[in-house]
T-cell receptor, first 110, second 112 residues
Framework: RKEVEQDPGPFNVPEGATVAFNCTYSNSASQSFFWYRQDCRKEPKLLMSVYSSGNEDGRFTAQLNRASQYISLLIRDSKLSDSATYLC???????????FGPGTRLSVLP | EPEVTQTPSHQVTQMGQEVILRCVPISNHLYFYWYRQILGQKVEFLVSFYNNEISEKSEIFDDQFSVERPDGSNFTLKIRSTKLEDSAMYFCASIGSSYEQYFGPGTRLTVT
């Protein structure tokens, strides 16, 4: 089983749509969870950390279910500028290597 | 806002040559990382570095690779005897006390 798996995508959605990304991880001892976005040929940029209680940042909501080893990201009212690849990232423990999922590509269409 | 910087942005080298990729992590960060991303593939961990020594490395990080922090600010990745399959984006990253990892803009390595 791969360490971090994501929806294969791509997702093509119209502007204003709500889109949800799913991610599962295999290491039940993982401590920290993140969503990054990556634009074509650019570096990954931290979008948000994911906390057990769930967290929201404007149009973005992240959820963590430790029992199911599942992480989600919801984007509401999607904008053209949200078009990117969304990476689910898991860190077993502080200082240990961060494990990246393969990413899910999102295209928001006018 | 502090950021991770990397040089060069693009490096072209011939097969068999040695390359050194340079990074300046965020100054008060503690752990430093190198990742690579082959075009169209996922980001892959290479090595992490803490307190002037390797903390963890992947199976990709074989004897061809080495890392160094020569002067307290720069963090380098050396690739000896480059192969065609080393062509990729190489990202440096660092974390401070917040567990959040910040990436440099990457070096695109092209081996011909």
């Amino acid at each position: 089983r791969k360490e971090v798996e994501q929806d294969p995508g791509p997702f093509n959605v119209p502007e204003g749509a709500t889109v949800a990304f799913n991610c599962t991880y295999s290491n039940s001892a993982s401590q920290s969870f993140f969503w990054y976005r990556q634009d074509c040929r650019k570096e990954p940029k931290l979008l948000m950390s994911v906390y057990s209680s769930g967290n929201e940042d404007g149009r973005f909501t992240a959820q963590l279910n430790r029992a199911s080893q599942y992480i989600s990201l919801l984007i509401r009212d999607s904008k053209l500028s949200d078009s990117a690849t969304y990476l689910c990232v898991v860190n077993p423990n502080y200082g240990q290597n961060f494990v990246f999922g393969p990413g899910t590509r999102l295209s928001v269409l006018p | 806002e502090p950021e991770v910087t990397q040089t060069p942005s693009h490096q072209v080298t011939q097969m068999g040559q040695e390359v050194i990729l340079r990074c300046v992590p965020i100054s008060n960060h503690l752990y430093f990382y190198w990742y690579r991303q082959i075009l169209g593939q996922k980001v892959e961990f290479l090595v992490s570095f803490y307190n002037n020594e390797i903390s963890e490395k992947s199976e990709i990080f074989d004897d061809q690779f080495s890392v160094e922090r020569p002067d307290g600010s720069n963090f380098t990745l050396k690739i000896r005897s480059t192969k065609l399959e080393d062509s990729a984006m190489y990202f440096c990253a660092s974390i401070g006390s917040s567990y959040e990892q910040y990436f440099g803009p990457g070096t695109r390595l092209t081996v011909t």
